[in-house]
């Protein structure tokens, strides 16, 4: 029966080096690949992902002072009703 260490060392022999290739390539491409396609965006006139995600962050902070400013407008409009309702209110007790 074979050992486990006696496969592993037959893995060595026979290496043909290909394997040291791809583990020497794979981080070079790592780090060129995103460089690749942030150029090849601009020089598609597509937006990269940067400012996808600045334009992503500019709008959400847009759409919050937006609920803001529409919830300031609701709770207005119900103290104003309220106001108002209570101006009916004191005009009907006055007229009895």
Known sequence: MRKPDDTIQ?????????????????PILRDFLPILLDRW??????????????????????INRLEKRV???????VVLAMFFL?????IALKAI
């Open 71 to 77: 919830q300031w407008l609701v709770m207005f409009q």
């Open 86 to 90: 209570f101006l009916v209110i004191l």
């Open 10 to 26: 037959e893995s060595r022999e026979y290496s043909t080096g290909y394997d040291d290739f791809i583990s020497l390539i794979l």
């Open 41 to 62: 965006s601009e020089f598609t006139d597509r937006p990269t992902l940067k400012i996808l995600e600045q334009e992503n962050r500019y709008l959400r902070s847009r």
